[in-house]
């Protein structure tokens, strides 16, 4: 079984979590667009590769995008606190997250100046001690989730043109999905730093820290490998 599936160019196939082995099998797919339906998507690419005692975890920016959850850079106009503030986020290899105008902008249309600035001041009075994520913990979970609107060169130009939000209903999702597919399902929000599990179906037979730990090194990956679908597995 290890051997039928392939990694993403710098993942492993297989993990330790919570005191058991697990494979991740990643799902490539065509690039979704906005507005497509996700019941389609996982009757496509997960109903023929999912088994008993399988987890299929999805990309929140998928769901997403099929809830049209999108808002488009001509819909954001950066103000002053928005191009002072993206100046002091701090960027890290997985993007500069909050470190544009127009995206600085969306946050504050998201959570309000004050919360915004009430996150900045804190985040800037906590990172002389190492203390990193304080601004996107107080404005929310749900801005830290937004992507798109990325100004530097990426392997999709479409994300340039637009945010995608976090989905909505991710349980009620998750559910339609295990109904489905008769497997657990989560929705996961991913990169190489860090994981969030935004929702999962109410028959998932993992607590979320282990879901995390499954997921601790984004097989996705995060770049042009088009795997928002995965498969994990017991090994």
């Not at 991740?24 to 690419?45: M, Q």
């Not at 008993?52 to 998928?62: A, H, N, R």
């Amino acid at each position: 079984m290890y051997f039928d599936h392939t990694p993403n160019q710098g993942k492993d196939l297989a993990i330790d979590a919570g005191g058991r082995r697990f494979l991740r099998i990643p799902l490539r797919t065509h690039f979704v667009k906005i507005g497509e339906d996700y019941a389609r998507l996982a009757a496509r690419y997960a109903a023929p590769r999912v088994a008993p005692g399988d987890v299929l975890c999805i990309s929140e920016k998928i769901i997403a995008l099929c809830q049209r959850r999108v808002v488009y850079r001509d819909q954001i106009h950066p103000g002053f606190w928005a191009r002072l503030l993206c100046r002091f986020v701090h960027r890290t290899p997985a993007g500069p997250g909050a470190g544009t105008p127009h995206k600085m902008q969306l946050v504050i249309m998201e959570c309000g100046l004050p919360r915004v600035l009430l996150a900045a001041l804190c985040s800037a009075l906590t990172r002389p001690f190492g203390w990193h994520g304080v601004f996107y913990r107080l404005c929310g979970h749900e801005v830290g989730s937004i992507d798109g609107l990325i100004d530097y060169d990426i392997s999709f130009a479409e994300y340039y043109h637009y945010a995608i939000l976090a989905p909505e209903d991710c349980r009620q999702v998750c559910d339609q999905l295990e109904e489905q597919l008769g497997v657990p399902c989560a929705i996961v929000d991913a990169c190489d730093r860090n994981v969030e599990v935004l929702g999962t179906s109410h028959d998932m037979p993992y607590p979320i820290r282990q879901l995390k730990e499954m997921l601790r090194d984004n097989p996705a990956g995060q770049g042009s490998q088009q795997t928002p679908l995965i498969v994990v597995r017991p090994a």
